[in-house]
């Protein structure tokens, strides 16, 4: 209960800041489309990805309205129930309660566990079905293995990578009990089950006119292919630089490049090889396996596509500090409660430095640091008012869901300038420009038909640089 609260402490700060990254927002404006009636097959929208999260955070927002601790407790609840997961499954798979406490303190202490369990994203959740579909499977729960796999993918489409090692695990460790046949006849019913649920929903958006979500992912990773030979050092180092901070440790990850293959080499020429060595060498796997995954196919190179490996690494490297004891003939409680304390102390620094956000992972949404000030003053304009957009419209259709004004998108500025020229007589106009970007064009083009930019509203971070600036649409003074 105490590392519960105290993991609970270190993600807290990041559920609060008023700032969201682009996905949240989307994410947070399909799950007002859900729970207010709007559109609840999201059949008008181009969803890209399953419909778990979309309707617990539709369920979240009924209940605490939508706010932006309601858009984030899902992940919070999702990542707060790994530690305690993680902790099961290390005991499960090697008998030892070192394990399980050294494999929860280490989840629970993640920069990367910290920083991504109190956002909108849907990969908590994702990871979290899969390490209790791990752990149902090393208890012998083919069903509710092959449910909780499946309820991973139905939070997001990588959960299928969990599919192989629940499998493997149910199958291979000698308390599954059962015949591999039933075992795997029961998990693969039970999975296509959920699964289907999850097809069928899209099927009904189909038939309502929307895309399929599959397709629309593929389309949004850029179309899924073998990375070409030129991108394979530019990759590899942009993926082992985000790895460095799923512990952000040089202790904890010189521990584990040194132990996992240590572990495997110990697996391959122990005779018998027992229930440790199995399970040894399907965590080491899959490792490897996703590693190579997001390496060698060309999915982006995103910080929060590594969170599967958290809880994984965090049951291996308690496996290892077992198997380093027990090679030393420190097998008793003492000596492993003292490794623990130091892994601790090891994990803290980190851990608090996460939680405050001094990591440049997750740190997307503080690029939008401010905007919800140009939120909150566009919501009290009058009825009617337009709002003009060229970015940013996730957020404005979050932000501004129930203000009475009216989104505009405007492609150009040559656009724009036509629109305010035929309607810029009937009601108030405005329009944000971030900081990145600069109003000059628009401004040469309205002025050409008459109108020009007021500055009503400019956002400055800390060291007073332009954030965002919101301008109102007037026309020329004679």
């Given at each position: 209960m105490g590392l519960l609260l105290l993991v609970w402490a270190l993600r807290l700060p990041s559920l609060f800041p008023p700032s969201h990254h682009p996905d949240e927002a989307l994410y947070g404006y399909w799950g007002l489309c859900i729970g207010q009636g709007h559109d609840p097959?999201?059949?008008?929208?181009?969803?890209?990805?399953?419909?778990?999260?979309?309707?617990?955070l539709a369920g979240s927002q009924l209940l605490f309205g939508g706010t932006t601790i309601a858009l984030r407790l899902p992940g919070l609840a999702a990542g707060l129930l790994l530690v305690p997961l993680t902790g099961a499954l290390g005991r499960a798979l090697y008998r030892e309660r070192a394990v399980g406490f050294i494999a929860a303190v280490v989840v629970g202490l993640s920069p990367f566990a910290i920083v991504f369990s109190s956002t909108g994203f849907p990969d908590p959740a994702m990871v979290a079905f899969g390490a209790a579909a791990c752990l149902a499977a090393v208890g012998g729960r083919p069903s509710w293995a092959g449910v909780l796999a499946a309820l991973s993918f139905a939070a997001k489409q990588t959960g299928l990578v969990w599919l192989p090692l629940s499998l493997l695990l149910l199958i291979f460790l000698p308390d599954s009990s059962g015949k591999g046949w039933s075992l795997f006849r029961d998990y693969v019913a039970c999975w296509a089950l959920v699964v289907g649920l999850v097809f069928a929903w899209d099927g009904v958006r189909v038939l309502?006119?929307?895309?399929?979500?599959?397709?629309?992912?593929?389309?949004?990773?850029?179309?899924?292919?073998?990375?070409?030979?030129?991108?394979?050092?530019?990759?590899?180092?942009?993926?082992?630089?985000?790895?460095?901070?799923?512990?952000?440790?040089?202790?904890?990850?010189?521990?584990?490049?040194?132990?996992?293959?240590?572990?495997?080499?110990?697996?391959?020429?122990?005779?018998?090889?027992g229930r440790e060595a199995v399970a040894d060498v399907l965590l080491v796997s899959f490792v490897v396996a996703y590693g190579l995954l997001k390496w060698l196919v060309a999915f982006p190179v995103w910080?929060?596509?590594?969170?599967?490996?958290?809880?994984?690494?965090?049951?291996?490297?308690?496996?290892?500090?077992?198997?380093?004891?027990?090679?030393?003939?420190?097998?008793?409680?003492?000596?492993?409660?003292?490794?623990?304390?130091?892994?601790?102390a090891v994990l803290a620094r980190p851990a608090v430095a996460a939680s405050v956000g001094q990591y440049p992972i997750g740190r997307e949404r503080a690029f939008y640091d401010g905007f919800d000030e140009v939120i909150s003053f566009l919501a009290q304009r009058p009825a009617g008012s337009v709002v003009y957009h060229h970015w940013l419209g996730w957020h404005y259709r979050y932000g501004l869901w129930d203000a009475p004004v009216h989104l505009s998108y405007w492609p150009n500025p040559i656009w724009m300038a036509r629109d305010v020229q035929a309607f810029g007589e009937k009601e108030p106009r405005f329009v944000a420009f971030p900081g990145w970007e600069s109003s000059a064009r628009l401004e040469r083009y309205l002025h050409d038909v008459g109108y020009t930019l007021n500055p009503v509203l400019t956002v400055e971070d800390d060291d007073r640089a332009v954030k965002f600036i919101l301008y109102q649409v007037a026309p020329l003074r004679d």
């Amino acid at each position: 209960m105490g590392l519960l609260l105290l993991v609970w402490a270190l993600r807290l700060p990041s559920l609060f800041p008023p700032s969201h990254h682009p996905d949240e927002a989307l994410y947070g404006y399909w799950g007002l489309c859900i729970g207010q009636g709007h559109d609840p097959w999201l059949s008008r929208e181009v969803v890209d990805k399953p419909p778990l999260p979309l309707y617990v955070l539709a369920g979240s927002q009924l209940l605490f309205g939508g706010t932006t601790i309601a858009l984030r407790l899902p992940g919070l609840a999702a990542g707060l129930l790994l530690v305690p997961l993680t902790g099961a499954l290390g005991r499960a798979l090697y008998r030892e309660r070192a394990v399980g406490f050294i494999a929860a303190v280490v989840v629970g202490l993640s920069p990367f566990a910290i920083v991504f369990s109190s956002t909108g994203f849907p990969d908590p959740a994702m990871v979290a079905f899969g390490a209790a579909a791990c752990l149902a499977a090393v208890g012998g729960r083919p069903s509710w293995a092959g449910v909780l796999a499946a309820l991973s993918f139905a939070a997001k489409q990588t959960g299928l990578v969990w599919l192989p090692l629940s499998l493997l695990l149910l199958i291979f460790l000698p308390d599954s009990s059962g015949k591999g046949w039933s075992l795997f006849r029961d998990y693969v019913a039970c999975w296509a089950l959920v699964v289907g649920l999850v097809f069928a929903w899209d099927g009904v958006r189909v038939l309502h006119g929307a895309g399929r979500f599959w397709q629309a992912s593929v389309v949004g990773y850029g179309g899924l292919r073998l990375i070409w030979a030129q991108e394979l050092l530019p990759r590899l180092q942009a993926w082992l630089g985000l790895m460095r901070y799923l512990f952000a440790s040089s202790v904890v990850n010189a521990l584990l490049v040194a132990s996992l293959p240590a572990l495997v080499m110990s697996a391959a020429v122990r005779s018998p090889r027992g229930r440790e060595a199995v399970a040894d060498v399907l965590l080491v796997s899959f490792v490897v396996a996703y590693g190579l995954l997001k390496w060698l196919v060309a999915f982006p190179v995103w910080d929060r596509y590594l969170l599967p490996l958290v809880p994984v690494l965090a049951v291996a490297l308690a496996r290892s500090v077992q198997w380093l004891a027990n090679r030393i003939g420190l097998e008793t409680a003492w000596p492993k409660l003292v490794v623990t304390g130091l892994l601790v102390a090891v994990l803290a620094r980190p851990a608090v430095a996460a939680s405050v956000g001094q990591y440049p992972i997750g740190r997307e949404r503080a690029f939008y640091d401010g905007f919800d000030e140009v939120i909150s003053f566009l919501a009290q304009r009058p009825a009617g008012s337009v709002v003009y957009h060229h970015w940013l419209g996730w957020h404005y259709r979050y932000g501004l869901w129930d203000a009475p004004v009216h989104l505009s998108y405007w492609p150009n500025p040559i656009w724009m300038a036509r629109d305010v020229q035929a309607f810029g007589e009937k009601e108030p106009r405005f329009v944000a420009f971030p900081g990145w970007e600069s109003s000059a064009r628009l401004e040469r083009y309205l002025h050409d038909v008459g109108y020009t930019l007021n500055p009503v509203l400019t956002v400055e971070d800390d060291d007073r640089a332009v954030k965002f600036i919101l301008y109102q649409v007037a026309p020329l003074r004679d």
